[in-house]
């Protein structure tokens, strides 16, 4: 027999790499040698390792993740997470906008909750000037918020259970997101891509036939979300598919960077809601959702346990919101109405301002400033020059730290784990790939 057959003490890399290939694919499998306990491979006669691409095609991948696999058999022996597949030079893209004007590329980011993107920049940019936003804006963007948050988690759950291989939560999640989008249409105009939120304020008010929707809304969602728990709670199948897989202690998820429903669900019980008050976070009552195995099961409850909490949220924002103006009454700061716009001639230079040059912070003003996304600590740190675009502009997302933990889970885990444990963590690369 050939030796490429029978390597013996032949490098796992020289094994299984093509002849010719980009030096990023290089550098892709050096890295898989670099972690290799033992490059030689002593005991394996028969070639049973070999190296497995998932993705970035693969549909459990949630998006365009590619993860390089050295499997025996069915065991993951090592992987490497590789990202970069959708890169568009966001940040960068933000250097030449105008903060108004980026606002619809951060609906592109974590595109399963765009409502939290715009929110995410539009506190930090109001931070940066001192900006002060009406309490009605404040309460509507909260209400969006707590929205998308569902709607994000929606998604997860769908998608979690179907690569476990169910497809019915599938279309019931999907079908409660639907309803959340006519919401949303009727809210903001648009489905999907909200773009609803304005620097000092909101484009459109919440009316009260919208927040009737809400309310009839949640409370049928309420009923769903116990019948799915009760249906989830009580399959074999998914319970031995997530229980005791992929566990991340504490000190691992504080080291490794873990945010959101993953940190919580390793025990550390933070949330920036709560400890770093934002909008109005701190005039409602609400619980952190907090499990203590760090496996996939408890990554699963504690966002089965934030849909629950949101709805409370929205229950008594609804109640609580107060009357008042939607938009900073600063022509410098923020849009004027289009009632203002169409009818005087005020109101239309202040528009075309506002469109040119922006708002303009302070030169040399820098402020880092985050929010708890749907999938954890979402951050944006501006530094100003003056003018109406920021100088720098990087973007702290949560799906990009929280693949680092990715890697370790994997190894030593079995090949079908690989999409529950992806799942789990629950990525985009919108926002992961910046």
């Known amino acids: 027999m050939s030796n490429d057959i029978f390597p013996g003490k032949e490098s796992i890399v020289n094994k299984v790499k093509p002849a010719f290939f980009p030096r990023h694919q290089e550098a892709i499998y050096k890295r898989l040698e670099d972690k290799h306990t033992s490059v030689e491979l002593d005991n394996d006669p028969l070639g ?30 090592k992987s490497v997470v590789d990202i970069g597949y959708l890169h568009r030079g966001i940040e960068k893209i933000a250097e030449n906008k105008t903060y108004q004007e980026f606002m619809p590329y951060t609906d592109r980011m974590d595109y399963m909750s765009p409502y939290s993107n715009n929110v995410a920049l539009c506190l930090a940019v109001e931070k940066l000037v001192g900006i002060e936003v009406p309490r009605r804006a404040q309460y509507i963007r909260t209400i969006a918020c707590e929205m998308a948050r569902i709607s994000a988690h929606l998604l997860w759950l769908g998608t979690m259970v179907m ?70 709670a009580n399959n074999g199948i998914w319970l031995n598919r997530n229980k005791g897989i992929g566990v991340v202690t504490k000190e691992q998820a504080i080291d490794m960077g873990f945010a959101g429903p993953n940190l919580r669900a390793s025990g550390v019980p933070h949330d920036i809601r709560v400890f770093e008050p934002y909008l109005v976070y701190d005039e409602v009552e609400f619980d952190i959702p907090i499990r203590e195995e760090g496996d996939c099961l408890a990554r699963y409850l504690v966002r089965m346990d934030e849909m629950e909490q949101s709805v409370r949220i929205l229950d008594q924002l609804l109640e609580q919101i107060p009357d008042g103006i939607i938009r900073a009454d600063n022509a410098k700061h923020t849009y004027p109405s289009k009632e203002e716009v169409y009818y005087s001639m005020e109101g239309m230079i202040h528009d075309f301002m506002m469109t040119d040059v922006g708002v303009c912070p302070p030169e040399g003003a820098e402020i880092y400033h985050a929010i708890e996304a749907p999938k954890g600590e979402l951050g944006f740190h501006l530094i100003s020059d003056g003018t109406g675009s920021p100088w720098r502009c990087k973007i702290n997302s949560p799906s990009f730290t929280n693949l680092q933990l990715l890697d370790p889970m994997l190894e030593g885990s079995m090949i079908a784990d690989t999409v529950v444990l992806i799942g789990s963590i629950d990525p985009v690369m919108g926002e992961c790939d910046k």
């Open 48 to 77: 049973t390792r070999m190296v497995l691409n998932l993705g970035p095609q693969h549909p459990a991948t949630h998006g365009v993740l590619r993860v390089v696999l050295e499997i025996d058999g069915e065991t993951i022996v």
């Open 163 to 232: 690569d476990a291989g169910a497809i019915s939560m599938f279309l019931w999640a999907f079908r409660e997101r639907e309803n959340l989008y006519s919401i949303f249409d009727k809210m903001a105009g648009v489905r999907f891509t909200v773009s609803h939120s304005r620097i000092g304020g909101v484009q459109f008010d919440l009316e009260d036939s919208v927040k009737q929707e809400i309310h009839d809304w949640k409370e049928n969602f309420r009923k769903e979300l116990r019948s799915w728990r009760k249906l989830l």
